[in-house]
């Protein structure tokens, strides 16, 4: 349950090229040739041919701002493309809007559920064209329509109950649902998983085959290596706005992929050895064996913060957690364990009902994040959207933001300065910008994290509690900032890390923390453990 | 024009664009139908004419205006205001009627009080929005009802006459041939725009507006600025009752300021500010301002019956805000270029 994706396959032979060769015969339901995009100073998409067919899931890969993202907007007609066609079952389209795309039998699913929580799962899926008879919406007829279109995909729901009342997996399959409640021909998920657990999207990805062998065509994109190669029948590799070549799942080996996506030129050995999972222990161990910080000098260091007995009712279970200073201490577990809820509480997000937290071993209260802030504690939160970034501020504006709130709203960091800190960090972690003055919102997620990063590390804080900071990030910009992580740690910073990938948990961290329904049920050392360990603790069978 | 940059920020600039475009239209107007509409006269070394009357009317409005823009800023609303002004006007008259010929000392008691009361008056709402949490417009609006009826409690439901010739002087007196009101609240607005971005607050409050969850997660006390917000925007209003009751000779709790926070809500937006929050311009909404007065001015100037005033204001503040949005001005294009399109067929 908890490990559903596959293995990565192995290289049956070397990758030829673009094409494959039985393609030839079958026309491609879905199909751009030569589509350009351009917006001010980006060329986003250059030239794009690309192809779908009836009956297959076809992955799109590619960095953040590869260019995957204009051209799925694109092919759903919210962005006319300055050149090239897009032929839909052979002719030609042009679709002006979303909504001629949907007619047209293309159905979109986006990274975030559109649906409207608080009405029920029968509205939801037939909302804005629900049955009507004599005028009036024809309820029966609805829920009727509601429970078939979900028998289709295998879920039996109580359609009359609102849509919050269902976990965010199942909310997925609602829209899927909803996506297929009329003739669908293409259906296109924009990173549906990314916030479902291994059990959900071992789910969805059931009810993906099942709907290509119903005979429709999937475009799926994802920044998960496991997951690509769990359901994809081909795969289509972008790489700055071009596309780099398409390629049958089964003929391009993991690492091969990897390489592909960051161009060969810039292929280190460690990016290539993370396609390959049980080689990158070994490539950190060799890593952090020349970083400055020895391990027995880990093991003696004092910690920077202890939790003792913090917990708070209905949340999280009374919880011992030390952090030293300069080292890494990851969080594993499953969605929902407690994770997100320690950091919450360790940074006064939250209010504790029960322990005591002690900095540089003084007790210490942390009743909000201004206390916990001046203690030298930062936080970038799990939804970087909601809880990170202020999308409409400027990279700038973000940047000092923590600063200028820690100095008080008197003493303003003024704009030449303010502009000096940005771009010094803007450099520093290679946020990729026009310019600092660029909102902030517009910025690709990885860059968005490194802004929220650089935001925190402007303050010099001796701890950062980081909560999923790699999620929705591309691989390459994943390393890059764990390698940058890595590197602050070894000047003395503690980092709290939190993430659902258990292999990059054990990959970075010192020590592990495993937390199971609310409560820490064992703390192992970061490098001597392997995964299978983790997961039997977590799914309750280690003890 | 290093003060423009302290008025509107970053892009500010063309966000004002329509506000101009807007006010010169009605001045322009106002020229065709007298061409003296913007000369300037001396009486007793006074200026006199019809822009001085503009800015003198507009004084109130802007000031309160210069509070609401910030409180929408931060995502909320104070429709309170127009009952602030009431209860500033009333508590003012009520001090100086203490005494026949009021000392100047009273006077400045009766300035002090009706400035302390609009003050707590704005706190009230401060606790209730940010500290009880209630809805912005709920809360304010308990105030809006309730701020009514205190002032006529004050006024024991007469309308008091002022006659302390320093208390009129604030709202009705000249210094350096301008009138004082001009004079407060061109003083009250840059003072405002250099404590607001002169420090950090003004980068706070957007923060806040745009995203109050994130703000709170950086370490800031945004509950306590929300707090202070209104605090000032009754502080604002109790200006403009100083000003207003001054400038009429009287308090009146049951008229004093009615429908005034439509007013400054409307400055604010035809400003540019949006009512979602975050960004904010003070030069957007005293051009709005500044519209509202000129507006109500040019229909009695050309002319419109009274009681067709309100339709006429209405319409013209229903085609400014559809010039304003992105989506009429692209249809309006889409439009245009179409007819274009058409008469070249025709050809």
Not at chain 1, 71 to 86: H, K, M, W
Not at chain 1, 370 to 396: M, N, P, Q
Not at chain 2, 183 to 200: K, N, Q, S, Y
Not at chain 2, 299 to 314: N, Q, R
Request: proline letters at 4%; hydrophobic letters at 50%; aromatic letters at 6%.
């Amino acid at each position: 349950m908890i490990h559903s994706a596959s293995e990565p396959p192995q290289p049956v032979q070397p990758t030829r090229g673009a094409q494959s060769p039985q393609d030839g015969a079958r026309e491609p339901i879905l199909a751009t040739s030569g589509v350009s995009k351009t917006f001010p100073g980006v060329k986003a998409l250059q030239g794009v041919d690309f192809r779908l067919f009836t009956g297959e899931v076809h992955t799109l890969m590619g960095q953040n701002g590869a260019g995957k993202s204009t051209l799925i907007n694109v092919l759903t007609g919210v962005l006319a493309p300055d050149a090239g066609t897009i032929r839909l079952g052979g002719e030609v389209v042009a679709f002006g809007s979303p909504q001629e795309a949907e007619a047209a039998g293309v159905r979109t699913l986006y990274q975030e559920v559109n649906l409207c929580p608080n009405l029920s799962v029968a509205e939801n899926i037939f909302a804005g064209r629900q049955p009507r008879r004599f005028g009036a919406i024809d309820w029966p007829d609805i829920k009727r329509r509601a429970q078939a279109a979900l028998a289709r995909l295998d879920v039996s729901l109580d359609v009359t109950r609102s849509l919050d009342a269902y976990p965010i997996a199942v909310q997925q399959m609602v829209a899927i649902a909803r996506a297929l409640s009329v003739d669908a021909r293409v259906l296109i998920l924009d990173e549906p998983t990314s916030s479902l657990d291994d059990s959900e999207v071992a789910q969805l990805f059931k009810i993906l085959r099942h709907l290509k062998q119903s005979g429709i065509a999937i475009l799926f994109v994802t920044h998960f290596i496991e997951q690509t190669y769990a359901i994809s029948d081909r795969i289509t590799v972008m790489r700055n706005g071009e596309r780099e070549g398409e390629y049958l799942a089964r003929d391009l080996p993991a690492d091969q992929l990897v390489a592909k996506m960051v161009g060969h030129d810039r292929m280190s050995a460690r990016l290539r050895e993370a396609a390959h999972e049980e080689q990158a222990a070994d490539a950190l161990q060799e890593m952090t064996d020349e970083s400055p910080v020895p391990a027995q000098h880990a093991q003696a260091a004092a910690p920077f913060v202890e939790l003792r007995g913090v917990g708070r009712r209905g949340t999280l279970q009374p919880i011992d957690l030390d952090v030293q200073s300069g080292q890494i201490l990851g969080l594993a577990g499953l969605l929902g364990s407690g994770r997100t809820e320690t950091a919450r509480l360790l940074f006064g997000a939250d209010r504790a009902d029960s322990g005591t937290i002690l900095v540089n071993g003084k007790p210490v209260r942390l009743r909000t994040p201004r206390d916990a802030v001046r203690h030298g504690i930062g936080y970038c939160a799990e939804d970087r959207k909601k809880e990170g970034i202020v999308a409409e501020l400027s990279i700038r504006e973000n940047i000092v933001l923590a600063l200028q709130a820690r100095r008080g709203w008197w003493r303003k960091i003024g704009r030449q300065r303010a502009k000096e800190i940005a771009d010094q960090w803007i450099e520093r972690l290679g946020i990729k910008a026009s310019d600092a003055e660029q909102p902030i919102g517009l910025l690709s997620g990885g860059n968005q994290q490194k802004a929220l990063l650089a935001r925190w590390l402007a303050t010099d804080p001796k701890l950062l509690i980081l909560d999923e900071p790699t999620r929705g990030i591309d691989v390459a910009a994943k390393f890059d900032i764990m390698d940058r992580l890595l590197a602050l740690c070894a000047n003395g910073l503690s980092i709290l890390f939190i993430s659902s990938e258990i292999s990059e948990v054990l990959r970075v961290s010192h020590r592990v923390a495993v937390l199971r329904d609310r409560r820490k049920i064992a703390e192992v050392a970061g490098k001597a453990s392997n995964e299978d360990n983790i997961y039997r603790l977590i799914a309750g069978s280690g003890e | 024009m290093k003060l423009s940059k302290w008025f509107s920020r970053d892009g500010g600039e063309r966000q004002l664009l329509w506000p101009c475009v807007t006010l010169a239209l009605l001045c322009g107007l106002n020229l065709l139908v007298n061409p003296h509409f913007l000369a300037l006269r001396t009486l007793d070394g006074h200026l006199f004419g019809a822009p001085i009357d503009i800015l003198n009317r507009a004084a109130p409005l802007v000031l309160v205006a210069i509070g609401m823009t910030l409180v929408i800023a931060t995502r909320g609303i104070d429709i309170s205001v127009g009952a602030v002004v009431a209860i500033a006007g009333a508590a003012a008259a009520t001090i100086l009627s203490t005494q026949a010929v009021p000392s100047g000392a009273l006077v400045a008691q009766a300035l002090v009080a009706a400035l302390v009361v609009g003050l707590l008056s704005g706190m009230w709402n401060g606790v209730l929005v940010s500290f009880v949490g209630m809805q912005p417009i709920i809360a304010t609006l308990i105030l809006m009802v309730a701020g009514r009826g205190i002032a006529q409690l004050l006024t024991a439901g007469q309308i008091i006459p002022i006659g302390a010739p320093a208390y009129l002087f604030v709202g009705g007196g000249y210094w350096l041939g301008i009138p004082c009101s001009v004079w407060i609240a061109t003083v009250a607005v840059l003072a405002t725009a250099a404590l607001v971005e002169g420090t950090a607050l003004g980068l706070f409050i957007r923060a806040i507006g745009v995203n109050p969850v994130a703000t709170r997660l950086v370490g800031l006390r945004s509950k306590a600025i929300v707090f202070a917000v209104y605090g000032f925007s009754g502080l604002t209003a109790a200006m403009a009752g100083i000003l207003i009751s001054s400038n009429v000779r009287s308090a009146d709790g049951n008229n004093a300021g009615l429908l005034l926070e439509l007013d400054a809500i409307l400055a604010v937006t035809l400003g540019g500010t949006s009512l979602l929050g975050g960004r904010f311009s003070f030069a957007g909404t005293i051009l709005g301002a500044l519209i509202i007065q000129t507006l109500t001015y040019t229909t009695y100037s050309i002319g419109v019956p009274p009681e067709a005033t309100l339709v006429v204001k209405a319409a013209v503040v229903l085609a400014v805000s559809v010039i304003q949005s992105p989506a009429a001005r692209a249809l309006a294009v889409s439009f245009g270029s179409s007819l274009v399109k058409h008469r070249g067929v025709a050809r």
